[in-house]
């Protein structure tokens, strides 16, 4: 066999290796959209569930899921931005600052089950916020906390650094250069972050498990001490706890919460292409 | 009169030394140039003057610099920044508008007021020559500007803050040869208000805009004269060397 | 004034820039507060060694020999299946995929993990697990082995997206002048190429083996949750994580079982602790070469 046909097999295989990949994706897409499609009517989005879930809609649990991945984001997005201004314009070459780096890989690689054993110490049992509203979205805003940082402190640094020199030449101070020069140039990328850990904080089922998230409980939530259903939740319990739920419900559950995750994400890659072509220097 | 005067001045990077012992005065309303081939420490001593070489963390130096008989690392640091403007070697407009470009210092040391803005912005313009070309494209991005446009904004960007000394490191180093001669034209008229200090790689630039030179060589300071005398008659070899083109 | 109010600003951006080295101490306190006090109850070695897993019997028999074993079992399975599959899309993205081609794999496998894994977990509840039990004719799919199979999909983002990364950072001197000594792009590719990016590769290895162990909701959903020593692949199985999941809400705060779950929070704690500070040395070992 000469080297060229090797070479053929060789990239035969590996085309190969990403349909094993990319087609079950594409099933995967297809097939929650095919069965979850005939469900999706105004009554199942806007109604409560009934009949012991196996009737009528999920309501509460987008209401659930917004307040939940709103309020990680009120607390994420302040700490996250802050702590990525800090490591991109102050932090230095030192011991301190490769530490804060591996603590942020750290928190990224925590399971998120660990991350729900947290909030149930430290927000439930020991602030005595019980289950509810506010412990979940601040366990869901630690556990997206890196993602932020990351997103953030990318943009931060993709400023170029002439921008810097030049506000400081001006006699503008440090912050001043941080708040006119630099925020206001890494904005696209800043929120790029946000939205991508908004799309993560409303996937994830394990972190609010004991946190926050309701069995079922088909009325919205009246205050942050509250708890409420989640879409995530939801559909676990209806595809593990219930018995005998008609398929189109689970399906359709599915499918709502891909089409909120994915419609995040795609607005994400949106504005991060818009802001490619729009890129001044 | 002499406006910056320098002591015994050493300037590391880490370990490697950029500026080996440079003793110097700067006299007020000069233009003083400053010549040498690249690593000579040339740029290191400008963005020693307006403290930039403070933002790169492995700086270290020894001896003094005084503004005034005031030593400027203990002024307030954008206070210095503001008294000693520069502008950099590539047209660097911050990605505002024309308008915002050169009010921008000013607006950082606390002005609100809209008349007042706009006042500066005018005085400034009209200072660097760019007024006329500009009334009528206040509110565009300046990155639509011509290179040569860019630069002169940027030196009225500086103007507006009143320094006292501008620092101009390389300004036509991307020029045409007919915008280099716009900025020219501007640093003469403007030595009678201002201290103007200039490092360039552009020999014959400093021959016909520099009232005295000054030649770095590996971060020593080789002569310093009449700009016409280091031009004819040097007192050291390795200048006249340098100046005819033999290195560097 | 405005100097006083940036000082303030800039304290507040010292204190968040710890914010994550203060979560990290934060977390590993509280779960050794609340987990600790099982070894007051159950030795480390009888509790990590122990080979029945009875929480709720009298008096509790709390061993998690067989959970560690569900998810070593699981893990494994996976990283069998994902580790050649991951690395040869990332050097087929990386090296060969022509521009359009590799924007839709690109966009495919970013979509993959934008997936909740709860709906993955749902989706090989319905599909993949009906599908293991037909083709081995056992009891249940509920096994092992369809958790290994979900797992190696949910691993692979993970895997391709960093190991592409090494690979896109590999010089082009070092491809250039392979090919121009009359070598092949496959052979550049697995004698230049490879070689070139393996630390960055191994990183990308362990994130993905990383992401294997610590995946809750799906592994929870198709693994068929038996607490016992697992003898085949094709046996349903507990994980680490899917007990946590599974029995913390059923237990009374401040009970031995309750300790013993924050126990296993421990456990899974320390490993991605290692395996993140080992995949991170990887990352950054040719940088400081």
Avoid at chain 1, 53 to 66: E, L, Y
Avoid at chain 1, 82 to 90: K, M, P, V
Avoid at chain 1, 176 to 203: D, E, K, M, S, Y
Wanted: aromatic share 10%; net charge positive.
């Amino acid at each position: 066999m000469t080297s060229l046909q090797r070479q053929k097999i060789a990239f035969a295989l590996l085309f190969l290796a990403n349909l094993l990949v990319i087609v079950p994706v594409g099933l995967i897409v297809f097939i929650i959209i095919q069965k979850g499609w005939p469900a999706m009517t105004w009554q199942f989005i806007t109604d409560i569930p009934r009949q012991g879930m196996r009737a009528g809609g999920i309501f509460p649990a987008i209401v659930g899921t917004i307040y939940l991945v709103s309020g990680a984001i009120v607390f994420a997005l302040p700490v996250g931005l802050l702590a990525a201004i800090y490591l991109s314009e102050y932090a230095k070459d030192n011991l301190l600052t490769r530490i804060i780096k591996l603590a942020i890989v750290n928190l990224a690689g925590v399971p998120s089950v660990v991350y729900g054993l947290f909030g149930l110490v430290l927000f439930v049992s020991f602030c005595k916020f019980g289950a509810s509203i506010l412990s979940g979205s601040l366990t869901l805003g630690i556990m997206i906390l890196p993602i932020i940082i990351t997103a953030s402190r990318e943009a931060l640094e993709s400023v170029p650094h002439v921008f810097r020199e030049v506000s400081l030449s001006l006699g503008a101070s440090k912050w001043q250069t941080i708040r006119h020069i630099v925020l206001p140039n890494a904005i696209p990328g800043i929120i790029t972050g946000t939205i991508l850990g908004i799309g993560r904080a409303a996937g994830e089922t394990a972190p609010i498990l004991f946190t926050v998230a309701a069995f079922y409980l088909p009325r919205l939530p009246s205050s942050v001490f509250d708890q409420v259903m989640a879409l995530p939740y939801h559909l676990y319990v209806i595809s593990t706890q219930v018995p005998n739920v008609d398929p189109k419900i689970t399906y359709g559950t599915a499918l709502v919460l891909l089409i909120l995750v994915l419609f995040v994400n795609l607005i994400a890659i949106i504005i991060r292409a818009r802001f490619r072509k729009k890129k001044k220097w | 009169m002499v406006k910056i005067d320098i002591q015994r001045l050493n300037i590391w990077f880490g370990a490697a030394q950029a500026l080996k012992n440079i003793t110097m005065q700067v006299k007020k309303n000069e233009i003083l140039c400053a010549i040498g081939p690249s690593n000579s420490g040339k740029t290191s001593f400008l963005r020693m003057l307006n403290r930039l070489n403070d933002l790169t963390l492995s700086f270290r130096m020894s001896g003094s610099v005084l503004l005034d008989g005031r030593d400027i690392t203990k002024i307030d640091i954008e206070l210095i920044r503001k008294k000693i403007g520069m502008v950099f070697a590539m047209p660097s407009p911050l990605p505002l508008s024309v308008f915002d470009n050169v009010a921008y210092g000013v607006r950082m040391s606390g002005v609100r007021n809209k008349h007042s803005l706009e006042e500066a912005v005018e005085t400034a313009l009209k200072q660097a020559y760019l007024w006329q070309e500009m009334k009528d494209r206040l509110h565009e991005s300046a990155f639509k500007l011509s290179g040569g446009q860019q630069q002169r904004l940027c030196i009225a960007r500086t103007l507006a803050v009143q320094p006292e000394v501008i620092l101009f490191d390389e300004p036509c180093s991307g020029l045409d040869p007919i915008s280099t001669a716009k900025v020219e034209e501007a640093m003469l008229k403007l030595k009678k208000d201002y201290t103007i200090i200039l490092v360039t790689n552009n020999v014959k630039q400093a021959a016909r805009v520099g009232d005295r030179t000054a030649f770095f060589l590996t971060g020593e300071l080789i002569e310093l004269d009449q700009t016409e005398k280091i031009f004819t008659a040097p007192s050291d070899r390795r200048t006249d060397d340098y100046i005819r083109g033999r290195f560097g | 004034m405005r100097k006083i109010k940036e000082f303030i600003i800039e304290k507040l951006i010292f204190f968040c820039g710890l914010a994550s080295i203060f979560f990290v101490i934060l977390i590993f306190l509280f779960l050794l507060k609340e987990g600790l006090s099982l070894l007051t109850i159950v030795g480390p070695f009888e509790f990590l060694a122990g080979k029945s897993w009875y929480p709720i019997s009298e008096p509790p028999q709390l061993g998690i020999l067989p959970l560690i074993l569900g998810s070593l079992f699981v893990t494994i399975g996976a990283a069998i299946i994902s580790v050649p599959i991951g690395i040869a899309c990332a050097v087929y993205i990386a090296e060969i995929a022509p521009a359009k081609i590799k924007e839709v794999l690109k966009a495919g496998i970013e979509l993959l993990a934008a997936i909740p894994s709860v709906v993955l977990g749902f989706i090989g509840m319905m599909t993949l697990v009906p599908w293991v039990k037909n083709l081995f004719d056992i009891p249940t799919g509920l096994t092992a082995f369809s958790g290994s199979i979900m797992l190696a999909f949910m691993a692979m983002p993970t895997i391709v997206s960093i190991a592409e990364d090494a690979l896109y950072s590999v010089p082009k001197s070092y491809k250039e002048g392979a090919l121009a000594l009359g070598a092949t792009h496959w052979q550049t590719i697995y004698r230049v190429i490879l070689p070139a990016a393996s630390s960055g590769i191994v990183a990308a290895v362990m994130l993905g083996i990383g992401r294997v162990i610590g995946e809750t909701m799906a592994v929870m959903m198709i693994t068929g949750n038996a607490a016992a020593i697992p003898k085949s692949i094709l046996q349903p199985v507990r994980t680490l994580t899917a007990t946590i999941a599974a029995e913390m809400g059923e237990t009374v705060v401040g009970s031995e079982h309750y300790f013993a779950l924050f126990a296993i929070g421990i456990v899974l704690f320390v490993i991605s602790f290692a395996i993140n500070v080992t995949s991170d040395f990887f990352l950054h070992k040719d940088q400081r070469v």
